[in-house]
């Protein structure tokens, strides 16, 4: 299946500071690359959809001008936790959309990055 | 009524025997459903996609979908400590928006 890579995928910031996560596919074009957190043991939350070239979207409750999300080209997208603090400690995961070809399948198939792990201290 | 629906569990199955899991949706004009695997502490992985109604199989796993009743179904024959793990139904209802079922925690014991 299509590769989509994380970085990194672990970091531990002081509170207060910004920490930026890249999400990559490594072997097809992204149109569209989705962020998620996962609390543990608990399921993934969408947190935002972004498009190439455009501003993303983001899903009711997730404040924007603390998470932003910059998706500039077809391959890479960031995330930044802005003025992090302990409670954004989470895991945090893209995933990007690969349209699927040959006779069988048809649409789009999302595929998940490795996941980063977020400590606010 | 949530877009995708699936037991929580944890569906308990000893080893070597068949786990059956199961999700409904609720677009009926949804075409293309997926199950993941998501290990904890691990991100998702995708394990099959399935776009027509009837079974698509792969190995020891074979997915279901009925159109018509609106749900998709996964089947894990030998079951082995190693499919322990959450286990996500996906279903695209439009272009590029996904939605994600909550999960359904499978225990497969020794």
Redesign the interface.
Same mark, same amino acid.
């Given at each position: 299946g299509a590769v989509v890579s994380q970085h990194p995928s672990w970091v531990i910031c002081k509170s207060g500071t910004s920490v930026k996560i890249e999400c990559r596919s490594l072997d097809f074009q992204a149109t569209t690359m989705f962020w998620y957190r996962q609390f543990p043991k608990q399921s993934l939350m969408l947190m935002a959809t972004s498009n190439e070239g455009s501003k993303a979207t983001y899903e009711q409750g997730v404040e924007k001008d603390k998470f932003l999300i910059n998706h500039a080209s077809l391959t890479l997208s960031t995330l930044t936790v802005t003025s992090a603090h302990p409670e954004d400690s989470s895991f945090y995961i893209c995933s990007a959309s690969s349209v699927a070809t040959g006779a069988r399948s048809s649409g789009n198939t999302i595929y998940f990055g490795e996941g980063s792990w977020l400590t606010v201290v | 009524q949530k877009e995708v629906e699936q037991n929580s569990g944890p569906l308990s199955v000893p080893e070597g025997a068949i786990a059956s899991l199961n999700c409904t949706y609720s677009d009926r004009g949804s075409? =293309?459903f +997926?199950w $993941?695997r998501q290990y904890s502490?691990? =991100?998702?992985? #995708?394990i099959m =996609?399935i $776009?027509s109604n009837g079974d698509k199989e792969d190995g020891r796993f074979t997915a279901q979908l009925n159109k018509a009743s609106q749900y998709v179904s996964l089947l894990i024959r030998d079951s082995q400590p190693s499919d322990s793990a959450t286990y #996500?139904c996906?279903v @695209?209802m439009d +272009? @590029?928006k *996904?939605y *994600?079922g =909550?999960?359904t925690k499978l225990n497969v014991k020794p």
């Amino acid at each position: 299946g299509a590769v989509v890579s994380q970085h990194p995928s672990w970091v531990i910031c002081k509170s207060g500071t910004s920490v930026k996560i890249e999400c990559r596919s490594l072997d097809f074009q992204a149109t569209t690359m989705f962020w998620y957190r996962q609390f543990p043991k608990q399921s993934l939350m969408l947190m935002a959809t972004s498009n190439e070239g455009s501003k993303a979207t983001y899903e009711q409750g997730v404040e924007k001008d603390k998470f932003l999300i910059n998706h500039a080209s077809l391959t890479l997208s960031t995330l930044t936790v802005t003025s992090a603090h302990p409670e954004d400690s989470s895991f945090y995961i893209c995933s990007a959309s690969s349209v699927a070809t040959g006779a069988r399948s048809s649409g789009n198939t999302i595929y998940f990055g490795e996941g980063s792990w977020l400590t606010v201290v | 009524q949530k877009e995708v629906e699936q037991n929580s569990g944890p569906l308990s199955v000893p080893e070597g025997a068949i786990a059956s899991l199961n999700c409904t949706y609720s677009d009926r004009g949804s075409q =293309s459903f +997926f199950w $993941y695997r998501q290990y904890s502490g691990k =991100s998702p992985e #995708l394990i099959m =996609s399935i $776009y027509s109604n009837g079974d698509k199989e792969d190995g020891r796993f074979t997915a279901q979908l009925n159109k018509a009743s609106q749900y998709v179904s996964l089947l894990i024959r030998d079951s082995q400590p190693s499919d322990s793990a959450t286990y #996500l139904c996906a279903v @695209n209802m439009d +272009f @590029n928006k *996904f939605y *994600f079922g =909550s999960g359904t925690k499978l225990n497969v014991k020794p």
